[in-house]
T-cell receptor
Framework: GAVVSQHPSRVICKSGTSVKIECRSLDFQATTMFWYRQFPKQSLMLMATSNEGSKATYEQGVEKDKFLINHASLTLSTLTVTSAHPEDSSFYICSARTGTTNEKLFFGSGTQLSVL | GQNIDQPTEMTATEGAIVQINCTYQTSGFNGLFWYQQHAGEAPTFLSYNVLDGLEEKGRFSSFLSRSKGYSYLLLKELQMKDSASYLC??????????FGKGTKLSVKP
């Protein structure tokens, strides 16, 4: 299947700093990428939908000024957690869609964020 | 998850068969997905059902009834490596996936 690369896999940062997470589709063009967050023993919760060249669509309750999403090219989307706090500590994971149907949706390897 | 339910935990014996049920409610439906997720890893795709009926892929099968808002994942000949969380999700109207909370399956010897 298609490969989605997510970096870094793990990051530890101090409270108040910003962290950038990258999501790349390595062998296909991803017109749409999705960002999810998963707290321990919880499900994946959709944070935002990112379309190349346009503003991301955020789910209810997700602060767009705190979680900045950029999708400047067909192979790269970034999520920046600004002014991180301990409650932002979570597993963040991206997914990318290869075509127009839901069937072709592939996930990155995830980023474990720990905010001290 | 949003309007999607599945059991929190299940336990089964190696070599046995286990069925994980999932119910959902949504106005915009674009298929039902099952993913497997080992702790600390990304989910991996297992199956996709868009029409009613049973889809079989080796040891794993998935069933869908759209009228009942119901799906199940059937795992046969269980192996220890099948111990994982199994996520049920439906395709939303915007091309995303809405996931349930996942079912943690423990396979015992």
């Amino acid at each position: 299947g298609a490969v989605v690369s997510q970096h870094p896999s793990r990051v530890i940062c101090k409270s108040g700093t910003s962290v950038k997470i990258e999501c790349r589709s390595l062998d296909f063009q991803a017109t749409t990428m999705f960002w999810y967050r998963q707290f321990p023993k919880q499900s994946l919760m959709l944070m935002a939908t990112s379309n190349e060249g346009s503003k991301a669509t955020y789910e209810q309750g997700v602060e767009k000024d705190k979680f900045l999403i950029n999708h400047a090219s067909l192979t790269l989307s970034t999520l920046t957690v600004t002014s991180a706090h301990p409650e932002d500590s979570s597993f963040y994971i991206c997914s990318a869609r290869t075509g127009t149907t839901n069937e072709k949706l592939f996930f990155g390897s995830g980023t474990q964020l720990s905010v001290l | 998850g949003q309007n999607i339910d599945q059991p929190t935990e299940m336990t089964a014996t190696e070599g046995a068969i286990v069925q994980i049920n999932c119910t959902y409610q949504t106005s915009g439906f674009n298929g039902l997905f099952w993913y497997q997720q080992h702790a600390g890893e990304a989910p991996t795709f297992l199956s996709y059902n868009v029409l009613d009926g049973l889809e079989e892929k080796g040891r794993f099968s998935s069933f869908l009834s759209r009228s009942k808002g119901y799906s199940y994942l059937l795992l046969k000949e269980l192996q220890m490596k099948d111990s994982a969380s199994y996520l049920c999700g439906y395709g939303g109207s915007q091309g995303n996936l809405i996931f349930g909370k996942g079912t943690k399956l423990s396979v015992k010897p």
